[in-house]
């Protein structure tokens, strides 16, 4: 695919990129994509990162590396980072010399957690427009989630009363100290942030929590995540395992895996089949060994198998074997990419109503919802799919031809290249500096 566009030379800039690094989510996968899809429509693209950790093939692009603090003292720099103070200079050096060098028409922006947010400043200091992809909500909260540590959505962002969320259990004595930091947080997120001309957001649903949070609706921009294409390509050799749930992602609370362990336990009696794959990585080892434990209290431990991340390829098979594709976030998550992929390869979703997920799925046409912490209502849904199999199998259909429509390539490309041109333009008239 190539799109007719006006010569432009494009910096992204992220920590992380699965092609150059182990520690990549579902964010840098997305990230991945953009750039790739980009080079594809004839975008001059280069791309600074942390230094790669992983061996390959060089990237198709001229590669920028720059440094961090974490190098010399990781979990206090990350800690600082993420918390309180997003600053790092080692990196806003090495950002600012990938700048310089490239003279990029617009700098894209995507997972700075490492990096540090104080990176956006580093463009608008050069005068070069500014575009933040925006994954989870750090900006708005240390915990990147707007969820509380008891499991209830926040609506009023980042504040002294952080202190009650983040860091209860240690260092109790600094409570008072660490109150008065997070008082601060808001001007410290908030002044980089105002150094961003547009804000590209996944879905309608993560554009409302960002207006709700003070940002203008001039300055955000809804471009959906790409479909996968291999996913939507290959052929289903054989039908979806009776009773088989999947889950893939990261093994953390918020992504809400218990849920459907303790829904599986309601039901294990009534449908001997069900069972439950989960691939993905360890993010938080005491709530992984809390599953575990549950898994053994509930008699599940023959029904519920961690087998950790597998390949790209590989997990293709994975969905098309599933009956029920398990994605139970438990905080707004603006666009899953389990839950576009598991559409895109046809697989029938059980997901949280919740976020971007609400917008996406058409509720008892292409997937199943359940309010995100609702055990008993995961558990009628699961009970209803193994009740009409049929059903689940046309959802599944239909899941992938909304995927289709809603991730189209060219069209989403078409969207992030009509941002890009909006702000060349204004830079040209002078005005890209003002602020909304």
């Not at 990129?17 to 750039?35: N, V, W």
């Not at 206090?76 to 060098?101: C, L, N």
């Not at 599940?300 to 293709?316: C, K, M, S, Y």
Request: hydrophobic letters at 45%.
């Amino acid at each position: 695919m190539r799109l007719a566009l006006t010569p432009m030379k494009v910096l992204h800039v992220a920590d992380f990129l699965p092609s150059l690094h182990q520690r990549a989510g579902g964010a840098e996968f997305a990230t991945q994509r953009i750039i790739d899809e980009q080079v594809a429509a004839g975008v001059d693209i280069e791309v600074a990162t942390l230094a790669r950790d992983i061996d390959g093939p060089d990237p198709p692009w001229p590669h920028h590396v720059f440094g961090h603090l974490d190098r010399w003292a990781a979990k206090a720099a990350y800690a600082v980072k993420q918390m309180y103070f997003p600053f790092d200079p080692v990196a806003a050096t090495g950002v600012a010399r990938a700048i310089a060098r490239t003279r990029p028409d617009i700098v894209h922006f995507h997972n700075l957690h490492f990096g540090g947010l104080g990176l956006l400043r580093e463009a608008h200091a050069a005068g070069t427009p500014a575009i933040h992809s925006i994954y989870d909500y750090w900006m708005f909260c240390p915990a990147f989630m707007l969820l509380t540590n008891h499991n209830e959505l926040c609506r009023r962002g980042h504040g002294n009363h952080c202190v009650d969320c983040i860091g209860t259990r240690r260092a109790r004595l600094l409570k008072p100290l660490k109150k008065s930091l997070f008082a601060l947080r808001p001007a410290m997120f908030g002044g980089p942030a105002a150094s961003v001309d547009r804000f590209i957001v996944l879905s309608d649903a993560s554009a409302e929590l960002l207006q709700s949070q003070g940002i203008s609706s001039e300055r955000i921009r809804v471009v959906p995540q790409y479909i996968w294409k291999a996913a939507a390509a290959a052929k289903r050799c054989e039908p979806s395992v009776p009773g088989r749930l999947l889950y893939v992602g990261w093994v953390e609370h918020r992504k809400g895996l218990h849920v459907i362990i303790e829904a599986m336990t309601q039901l294990k009696d009534e449908f001997p089949e069900l069972h439950l794959d989960v691939l993905g990585l360890p993010a938080h080892a005491g709530y992984e060994a809390e599953l575990r434990s549950l898994v053994q209290a509930s008699g599940l431990q023959d029904r519920v198998h961690f087998r950790g991340r597998i390949g790209r390829e590989a997990l293709i098979a994975e969905l098309h074997k599933a009956f029920l594709v398990t994605v139970p976030e438990q905080w707004e998550n603006m666009s899953p990419v389990i839950l576009t992929e598991a559409m895109a390869a046809g697989a029938c979703v059980l997901a949280s109503r919740i976020g971007g997920i609400r917008h996406f799925v058409a509720e008892g046409h292409s997937g199943l919802l359940a309010n995100r912490d609702d055990v008993a209502e995961y558990a009628r849904a699961i009970r209803w799919a193994m009740q009409n199999p049929e059903m689940v199998a046309d959802m599944g259909r239909a899941a992938a031809t909304r995927a289709a429509a809603l991730f189209d390539p060219e069209t989403v490309t078409t969207a992030m290249l009509r941002v890009y041109r909006e702000l060349a333009r204004d830079t040209h008239a002078g005005d890209h500096h003002a602020r909304v």
